[in-house]
């Protein structure tokens, strides 16, 4: 279960929040705290909870199983 959180987190963290390259502004945009972004950026622990992977999909216009899909799980 620890790989496939980390899968889901480097995704979102190389795909989106650091070519973003600014917490403040992704999180505006994803309806998240930036808190949560700077733990997805740094935190190498950080178990990313099922709504904010929700607000970010909601955000981007994409279906969960998309996202998933995307993520290759």
Known sequence: MNSVNRQIVEFIRDNWVIPTN??????????????????????KEYQIALTTIMRICEARNLKLYEFFKMVGI
């Open 22 to 43: 600014n917490n403040s502004l992704f999180a505006k945009e994803h309806f998240i705290d930036e808190k949560t972004v700077r733990r997805i950026r740094e935190d």
